[in-house]
């Protein structure tokens, strides 16, 4: 078999967050459009989508666990935190207990995640949906609060449009950066260890350490939240050890 067909392609984990009625699915299916393939789960009350994406030219397939906001439905949301690498958190401008709303939704988020590293690792977009309505909420609250938690912020309305298709840009370039991409599927893909350290037959010790180093740095697992990065960073390891045993 070819072996490029064999290369699976990337998956990335979002999830969304925020009151009932915020806007969020509409959000979701506002920059889906058609690519968007639904299922609703009402039963455990949570839409589940796929939709494929370009980051800087590599195909990525993004899993969108659209939460439903409404209290009744922790018991069933709260399993799905798990594995999470980017998360939309929405609040609807014209109301404001949705927007004082947010910190209830941070600490759901740390809770079930649990550690705190791997909370921190997770790309978040703070919209403030429904622009196109009266406000109650200003921009500079709503920036401030994304602002001082370290996350990004958009305002955007689903109505219009306005904001989203960026937004969503920024949530996925924030999770996937695009070297972590390339030194991935290159590493997946490569037939021998040679080529997994992009070296020549009889590289010596050092320009075998050199490349690892080179790679290392992209996709630590701690560092990295790239999905596959983990198997990544085993197969550099293994062909590093290989390569070294036969340099000496
Ligand atoms: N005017 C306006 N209405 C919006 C906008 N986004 C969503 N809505 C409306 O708000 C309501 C709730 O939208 P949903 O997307 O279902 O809200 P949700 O956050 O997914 O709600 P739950 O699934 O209950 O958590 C719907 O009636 C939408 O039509 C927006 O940008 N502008």
Redesign the pocket.
């Known amino acids: 078999m070819e072996m490029g067909k064999m290369k699976k392609s990337l998956r990335i984990k979002i999830i969304s967050m ?1 009151n ?7 959000i979701i299916k506002r920059y889906c459009e058609k690519r968007f393939v639904h299922k609703y789960l009402a039963t455990i009350g949570i839409d589940y989508g796929v939709t494929k994406v370009n980051i800087r030219d590599k195909e990525v397939k993004v899993n969108i666990f ?1 939460m ?3 209290p009744i439905f922790y018991e069933v949301r709260n399993e799905f935190y798990k594995d999470t690498q980017g998360a939309i958190i ?1 609040f609807d401008v014209s109301d404001r207990n949705s927007f004082e709303a947010l910190d209830s939704w941070l600490l759901e988020l740390q809770n079930e995640v649990g550690n705190q590293s791997e909370v921190d690792n997770i790309a978040v977009c703070v919209c403030a ?2 622009t ?2 009266k406000r109650v909420v200003d921009e500079s609250e709503g920036r401030i609060w994304a602002d001082t938690r370290g996350y990004h912020y958009f305002e955007t ?3 219009t449009g306005e904001g989203v298709t960026e937004m969503f840009q920024n949530l996925f370039e924030g999770v996937v950066s695009a070297d972590q991409v390339e030194a991935i599927q290159k590493l997946k893909a490569a037939r021998s260890d040679y080529e997994r350290l992009g070296v020549q037959l009889g590289a010596s010790k050092d320009e075998v350490n050199k490349a690892y180093r080179k790679l290392a740095v992209l996709l630590h697992p701690d560092k990295s939240v790239a999905p596959g990065s983990e198997e990544a960073f085993k197969l550099l390891v293994a062909a590093r050890t290989t390569l070294l045993k036969k340099c000496s």
């Open positions: 925020g009932a009625e915020v806007g969020k699915s509409c659209d439903a906001g409404h929405v949906n429904k196109d309505k309305s689903a109505q």
